[in-house]
């Protein structure tokens, strides 16, 4: 094979590479193309000489993959200002291409991080955090990138993109809780479904925190709660008006972002992915995206 086209394929390799640090940063696979995509193109818009001068084309093709994220973030918060209803990131299907699953030479402590950076909870999170902070603290903590390498990006000293990283994390770390045994976490959830296919509310309200928060993202395209639903008996009331079994949906349980969730089908076509968070045994944050331009991914 001619040297160019082993450059190509090693180019196009390192797409899901891309994919992983360009959805982080924008919660949304559509997104994540986009930005892909336009890094691919700014590399082949170089000359040939230019090409052959960059030493890693993989670290070239990540900073201005973070680059672009960077401009996206700062206009993404206006439109998600006029979004109608509450926005969540998109949920993704447990298929290996967003966790561990693709780097299994990875430290497993890296690995750890690696995975929970695309939980549900923690999109959710890094959404109040600066677009600064958000790209300084995944190319650092997720990526393993270095601040000197980060300020390139950013357009910042190493220095401040140190702080921009902190002050993300530690933001993130107020509102984290040590994750519970995979195990122990679905065993929760497959109760709230049965609880719900049941219409057993007392069970329900039971295995739901007291200061329970559900969040329904329908994009106006789709009927759903306009404003969080806080607590447990009000929640529980809007997931019996939705998920009993005589009402004609398929709940099934599925990894929603790496974590125990729910997928609801009606006639075969997935209309809700649901994402949890659980702590002490209780249900604390339920996430239901019913937008059907987040569920493509799951028909």
Not at 29 to 41: C, K, L, N, P
Not at 152 to 167: E, I, N, W
Not at 250 to 268: K, S, Y
Request: glycine share 6%.
């Amino acid at each position: 094979m001619p040297p160019e086209n082993d450059s190509l394929r090693s180019i196009f390799a390192e797409r899901a590479t891309l994919m992983n640090v360009a959805f982080r940063m924008l919660g949304s696979t559509h997104d994540a193309e986009d930005t892909v995509q336009e890094a691919y193109t700014r590399w082949y818009a170089l000359t040939e000489d230019e090409r052959h001068a960059i030493e890693s084309p993989t670290a070239w093709l990540i900073r201005v993959t973070s680059r672009i994220c960077l401009d996206h973030l700062a206009s993404a918060r206006v439109r998600r200002e006029r979004y109608a209803g509450e926005w969540l990131p998109e949920p993704m299907p447990d298929d290996g291409a967003w966790t561990s699953a693709t780097t299994p030479d990875a430290d497993p402590a890296d690995r750890v991080t690696l995975d929970e950076s695309i939980s549900m909870s923690m999109l959710v999170l890094l959404e109040a955090v600066t677009p600064a902070e958000r790209v300084a603290f995944i190319l650092h903590d997720v990526f393993k990138m270095p601040f000197t390498e980060i300020a390139a990006v950013v357009g910042r000293a190493p220095v401040t993109c140190r702080q921009l990283a902190t002050s993300a994390r530690r933001h993130v770390r107020s509102d984290r809780h040590r994750a519970i045994a995979p195990d122990q976490h679905r065993n929760v959830v497959v109760a709230f479904k049965d609880a719900c296919e049941t219409g057993d509310f007392d069970t329900l309200v039971g295995l739901l925190d007291p200061r329970v928060t559900v969040i329904s993202d329908g994009g106006g395209k789709v009927r759903a709660a306009r404003r969080p639903i806080h607590g447990a008996e009000k929640a529980a009331r809007f997931f019996l008006g939705l998920l009993r079994k005589d009402f004609g949906q398929g709940v099934t349980e599925a990894e929603v972002n790496g974590r125990p969730g729910l997928v609801a089908r009606l006639d075969g076509r997935v209309v809700a992915v649901i994402a949890t968070d659980v702590r002490g045994g209780r249900l604390t944050d339920i996430w239901m995206v019913l937008n059907p331009d987040k569920l493509r991914t799951w028909q």
